[in-house]
């Protein structure tokens, strides 16, 4: 029983046109399964440099400018005296009839230095204003001695701004002595 000639070339053909079918069709799939892969390599890899990047460089980063400012020391500070010392009357409703402040300031810039005591005349007078109107009630305790501070420290600072100077360059303001008789 044999096949007809046309059925055993419809046989022979249709394996080989499926062969050649699958073979086209495999490159077109293999081209664009190679396409894939690629991308998704550069695209890890692309990650994980970035990754890397920002853990491992980031630190770097952050230390390279944590150690200049800890290499850096602070100026020695240097203290300005407003020589003679305050003195101004109290009213005569307590016991105590003056206050006499002796008063130094603070800075670290010696260009401050100059520019303190070119414009001591002026600080002078605002200091003194502001000790007149205290009493002896309000500086008898700590608290009220650190609000005169304070309240000194900002007027110093408010002329040296209005001198066209650099207020937070004064650090600090000190009463080296606080006497009230």
């Given at each position: 029983?044999?096949?007809?000639?046309?059925?055993k070339?419809?046989t022979?053909?249709?394996?080989?046109?499926?062969d050649?079918?699958?073979e086209?069709a495999a490159?077109?799939k293999?081209?664009?399964?190679?396409?894939?892969?690629i991308?998704?390599?550069?695209?890890?890899?692309?990650?994980?440099?970035?990754?890397?990047?920002?853990?491992k460089?980031?630190k770097?980063?952050?230390?390279?400018?944590?150690?200049?400012?800890?290499?850096?020391?602070k100026?020695?500070a240097?203290?300005?005296?407003?020589d003679p010392?305050?003195t101004?009357?109290?009213?005569s409703?307590?016991n105590?009839?003056f206050?006499?402040i002796?008063?130094?300031?603070?800075?670290?810039?010696p260009?401050?230095?100059?520019f303190v005591?070119?414009?001591?005349?002026?600080?002078?007078n605002?200091?003194?204003?502001?000790f007149?109107?205290?009493?002896?009630?309000?500086?008898?305790?700590?608290?009220?001695?650190?609000?005169?501070?304070?309240?000194s420290?900002e007027?110093v600072?408010?002329i040296?701004?209005?001198e066209?100077?650099?207020?937070?360059k004064?650090e600090?303001?000190?009463?080296?002595?606080?006497?009230m008789q």
């Open positions: 029983m044999s096949k007809p000639p046309d059925a070339a419809k022979k053909a249709k394996p080989g046109a499926e050649g079918k699958a086209e490159k077109p293999s081209k664009k399964m190679l396409i894939i892969i991308i998704a390599v550069v695209v890890l890899l692309g990650g994980g440099g970035a990754a890397f990047f920002f853990l460089g980031g770097d980063k952050a230390a390279e400018h944590a150690e200049p400012e800890k290499a850096v020391p100026a020695a240097v203290y300005i005296p407003l010392p305050f101004v009357n109290f009213e409703v307590s105590a009839r206050l006499q002796a008063v130094q300031l603070m800075t670290r810039d260009e401050m230095v100059e005591k070119a414009n001591i005349p002026a600080i002078r605002d200091l003194l204003l502001l007149g109107q205290q009493t002896s009630a309000g500086l008898s305790n700590v608290e009220g001695k650190e609000k005169l501070r304070a309240a420290l007027a600072r408010n040296v701004s209005a066209g100077g650099h207020p937070e004064i600090g303001l000190y009463f080296t002595t606080l006497v």
